[in-house]
C-alpha cells in the first residue's frame, strides 16, 4: 500500500510538470490555432540557463528569474520571427516551422551545454517528510506550489484583466473580436512569452529531481502534448487533470511493469485517445466551418 | 515538337547518360556510396511526397516504415535464411499491412492530429526496433545480412547495387508519374485543395487517402529493404525520429506534389549534410557531425517561410502553363 502511495506522490509530481506544459501548448494553441512543437525546448532551455547562471554564482531565486526571463525573451523572438510571418499558412506549414525551431534549439543547447547533465540544489533543505507512511520530497511540494499558483493567476488573468477577456474572446471568435479592436498578433505574440515563461519554470523546478540535460525538452514536450490531448487540446482544466493522469500511469507503468517502458506509455496512451476520443476525455465534439 | 519539350528530353537524355557512365568517372566508393543512399532515400521520400504533396497529410512516421522494410529483410534472412526475392517482397507488403492497419483510424484525424499520431508511431516503433530482445538485436542491431542475390546474380559490389538502386528510382519514377496523370493522381490533388469539395465530387476521399497512405509505407519499406541489403548491418538509429524530420525536410525542399521533387530535395539535403559534416568542424573546432541538425531546423524553418512550395515548383510551373497554352486551357486554368 505504502508502495502505491509512493507512486502515486511521485506520478503527481512528474503529472504538475506535464500539466504546466500542457497548460502552454493549450494558452498557445487557443490563442493562435498553432500547436508549437517547440514548447518542450523552452523547457530545457529555463532549466539550462539556470543551471549556468546558479554555477556562475547568482542566488537560486535570481538564476530562476533570469532563467525565465530569458526564455521568454527566446518564445518571443521565436513568435516574431517565424511564426507571425506565416500566420496565414496552413496547420501543416506552421506544425514543420515549430520542429524546425526546436530541433535548431536542441542542436544550439548541445553545442553550447554538451551532453553532460546538470543539477540544482533543492529550494529548500530538509529530509522528505512522511505523508500516510510514503516520503515526499520537499521539491515536489514546490513543484505542486508551482502548479496551483500559475493556475490560479491563469485564471485570475483570464477572469479579471482586460487582457484576459480579449483572450476569451479570441478563442470564442478570431474575426470577431478582431472587429472589436482586439489585436490578435499582440495576443499571439503573448501567447509564445507566456509559454516560454512557463516552460522555464517548469524546467527549473524539476531540475533537482531529474537534473537538466540538452535533450530534455523533446521527452517534455511530447508528454505535454499527450496531456493536452487527453484533457482536449482547446481545454485548460482538461489540460491538468491529464497532466496529473498521465504522470500517475507513467510512473505506474513503469514501476508495475518495466521502467524501458516508462516512455512507451506516453505515446500509448496518446494514440489510444486519439483514435478513441480525438476530442479528449472531457471536450465536446464541435461542429467544423468548412 | 515544341521547343520547350526538345529542351526536356535532351536533359532527360543527358541526365540518363550522366547516371549511366557515373561509376566509371567516379574514383571514390565513398561518391558512389552517397550516390546509392540519395536514390534509397528518393524512394522512401517518394512515396512521404505522395502522402504530403498529394493528399495533403504531414506523416512524421515515414522512418518506421522504412524502419519495417529494413527489419523484415534483417530479420527474415539472418534469422530465417529467407531469399532475396521472398525478402524483398516481405519488406514491402509487412509495411504496407501496418499503415492499412493503422491508417485507417488515423487519417480520420485532421491535420496537427495526425502529425502527431504519426509521431507517436514513429517513436513507438523506434523503441520496438530497441526493445525486440533477440529478435531486433536490440540497441545494437542485426549484423551478417547476405548479399542481395537475384537469380544468382549477387550484388556485392557498389557499382552493381547503383544500377539496381537507379533501377527502381526509375521505374517508381515513371509508375508515380502515371499515377500523377490518373484520376487518381487529379482525386488526390482535390482532396488537397478542398477536402469537402472533393467529396461533394463524389470522391471517396478517406478511401483514396488510405491508399495512399499505404502506396508511400509500400515505396519506404522498398527502399528499407534494399537499405539493410546494401549495408547489411542495421540498427534502431537510422530510423530514428531525426530521420523523419529529414525525410520531411527533403520532400518540402524538393516541392510537394511534384514528380521531381523528391529526387532533388533527397539530393540536396544529402549534399548539404556532407558539406555540412566538412564545413562545421572547420568554423566549430570541437564540433562533431550531429550540429548538421541545427542547419537542417535552419533550412526547414526558412524554406517554410519563404518558399513552401519547394523548389522544384518554379520548373513545374513553367512546363504547365507552356502546356495551357498548347491547348489553348490558359483563360480557363487562370479563373480557376
Known amino acids: 500500500m505504502d508502495l502505491y502511495l509512493q507512486f502515486l506522490f511521485s506520478g503527481l509530481t512528474l503529472g504538475s510538470i506535464y500539466a504546466l506544459i500542457a497548460l502552454a501548448l493549450v494558452t498557445t494553441y487557443n490563442i493562435t490555432g498553432i500547436l508549437n512543437m517547440a514548447q518542450g525546448e523552452f523547457v530545457a532551455l529555463g532549466a539550462l540557463a539556470a543551471c549556468t547562471l546558479y554555477s556562475a554564482g547568482f542566488s537560486l531565486p535570481a538564476a530562476f528569474f533570469l532563467a525565465v526571463i530569458a526564455t521568454a525573451v527566446v518564445g518571443g523572438l521565436m513568435e516574431r520571427l517565424v511564426i507571425n510571418p506565416v500566420r496565414n499558412a496552413s496547420n501543416i506549414t506552421s506544425i514543420i516551422i515549430t520542429i524546425g525551431v526546436s530541433i535548431m534549439i536542441r542542436g544550439l543547447a548541445l553545442l553550447i551545454w554538451g551532453t553532460n547533465p546538470y543539477s540544482l540544489p533543492a529550494f529548500t533543505e530538509g529530509g522528505p517528510l512522511k505523508v500516510l507512511g510514503a516520503a515526499v520530497n520537499t521539491q515536489s511540494i514546490w513543484v505542486f506550489g508551482l502548479l496551483i499558483v500559475t493556475v490560479t493567476g491563469l485564471f485570475a488573468f483570464m477572469e479579471k484583466t482586460y487582457w484576459g477577456k480579449a483572450v476569451r474572446a479570441c478563442v470564442i471568435n478570431r474575426m470577431a473580436a478582431k472587429l472589436m479592436g482586439i489585436n490578435p498578433y499582440i495576443l499571439s505574440l503573448m501567447a509564445f512569452i507566456v509559454s516560454g515563461m512557463l516552460g522555464a519554470a517548469a524546467g527549473v523546478f524539476i531540475t533537482p529531481i531529474t537534473l537538466a540535460t540538452y535533450d530534455m525538452g523533446f521527452s517534455l514536450g511530447l508528454k505535454g502534448f499527450v496531456a493536452a490531448i487527453i484533457g482536449g487540446i482547446n481545454n485548460v482544466g482538461g489540460a491538468i487533470i491529464g497532466g496529473l493522469l498521465l504522470g500517475v500511469l507513467e510512473i505506474f507503468g513503469a514501476g508495475l511493469i518495466s521502467s524501458g517502458l516508462k516512455d512507451a506509455v506516453a505515446l500509448i496512451v496518446l494514440i489510444i485517445v486519439l483514435l478513441l476520443r480525438p476530442q479528449g476525455i472531457i471536450g465536446v465534439v464541435s461542429g467544423r466551418k468548412v | ?336
Open chain 2, 1 to 336: 515538337m515544341p521547343r520547350g519539350n526538345l529542351m526536356k528530353y535532351l536533359f532527360i537524355a543527358a541526365a540518363g547518360i550522366g547516371f549511366v557512365v557515373l561509376p566509371f568517372v567516379l574514383k571514390s566508393n565513398y561518391l558512389l556510396s552517397i550516390f546509392i543512399v540519395i536514390g534509397i532515400y528518393a524512394l522512401v521520400v517518394q512515396g512521404l511526397g505522395i502522402i504530403m504533396g498529394y493528399a495533403g497529410q504531414v506523416s512524421f512516421g515515414q522512418a518506421a516504415f522504412f524502419g519495417i522494410g529494413a527489419y523484415a529483410v534483417a530479420i527474415l534472412t539472418t534469422h530465417y535464411h529467407w531469399g532475396t526475392i521472398p525478402a524483398l517482397l516481405a519488406a514491402t507488403v509487412l509495411p504496407s499491412l501496418v499503415a492499412a492497419v493503422i491508417g485507417r483510424p488515423t487519417l480520420k484525424l485532421k491535420e496537427h492530429y495526425l502529425a502527431l499520431a504519426t509521431l507517436a508511431f514513429g517513436l513507438l516503433v523506434h523503441i520496438i526496433f530497441s526493445e525486440g530482445g533477440e529478435l531486433t538485436g536490440g540497441p545494437s542491431g542485426l549484423t551478417g545480412i547476405p548479399y542481395l542475390n537475384i537469380g544468382g546474380f549477387v550484388f556485392n559490389r557498389d557499382y552493381k547495387f547503383y544500377y539496381l538502386v537507379w533501377a527502381v528510382v526509375v521505374l517508381v519514377f515513371l509508375g508515380v508519374r502515371n499515377l500523377d496523370r490518373s484520376r487518381i493522381g487529379r482525386s488526390l490533388r482535390a482532396i488537397r485543395d478542398s477536402e469537402v469539395a472533393a467529396e461533394a465530387n463524389g470522391i471517396n476521399s478517406a478511401a483514396l487517402k488510405l491508399k495512399a497512405f499505404v502506396f508511400s509505407a509500400f515505396l519506404a519499406g522498398l527502399g528499407g529493404g534494399i537499405y539493410a541489403y546494401y549495408v547489411t548491418f542495421i540498427s534502431p538509429a537510422p530510423f530514428s525520429f531525426n530521420i523523419s524530420i529529414q525525410f520531411v525536410l527533403m520532400a518540402v525542399i524538393g516541392g510537394l506534389g511534384t514528380i521531381c521533387g523528391p529526387v532533388l530535395g533527397v539530393g540536396l539535403v544529402v549534399a548539404l549534410g556532407e558539406a555540412l559534416r566538412w564545413l562545421v568542424p572547420l568554423v566549430i573546432p570541437h564540433a562533431g557531425g550531429e550540429y548538421q541538425i541545427i542547419f537542417f531546423g535552419l533550412i526547414l524553418v526558412l524554406a517554410m517561410i519563404f518558399k513552401p512550395e519547394g523548389l522544384s515548383t518554379g520548373w513545374r510551373k513553367i512546363t504547365d502553363s507552356e502546356k495551357a497554352e498548347e491547348t489553348g486551357l490558359l483563360e480557363t486554368s487562370a479563373n480557376t
